[in-house]
């Protein structure tokens, strides 16, 4: 299967940045998509920006502009720089990758424990 192991999560000021990383690891497994998403106890899990294995990148409205997703296909890690945040960024935030493993016979979803980021006033 598929580990993810985040990390760089926080506590920053209103204005300040953060930068989170994600390790993708396991058996054989081919990654196909890797993202991150966030979650906070009243709002449930949304996504926050996400990466295909072709480049392409896709970012939630709230973030354009000040969250930035990259990420290195030889090592099979995500990072999502964080700038400009707010407190309504407070959230633990979550590593996701869709996956191909030779115990599935379609494309998986796998999820990080999380890491939380928090945005002091």
């Known amino acids: 299967q598929v580990q993810l192991a985040e990390s760089g999560g926080g506590l920053v000021h209103t204005g300040g940045s953060l930068r989170l990383s994600c390790v993708a690891s396991?058996?054989?497994?081919?990654?196909?998509?890797m993202g991150w998403y966030r979650q906070t106890p009243g709002k449930g899990r949304e996504l926050v920006a996400h990466?295909?294995?072709?480049?392409?990148?896709n970012y939630a409205d709230s973030v354009k502009g000040r969250f930035t997703i990259t990420r290195n296909y030889a090592e099979n890690t995500v990072h999502l720089q964080i700038n400009s945040l707010k407190p309504k960024d407070t959230a633990v935030y979550y590593c996701?990758?869709?996956?191909?493993?030779?115990?599935?016979?379609?494309?998986?979803?796998?999820w990080g424990k999380g890491t939380q980021g928090t945005v002091s006033t």
């Open positions: 990466i295909s294995n072709n480049g392409d990148t």
């Open positions: 996701n990758a869709i996956a191909l493993t030779s115990t599935h016979l379609a494309q998986s979803d796998f």
């Open positions: 396991g058996s054989r497994f081919q990654v196909y998509r």
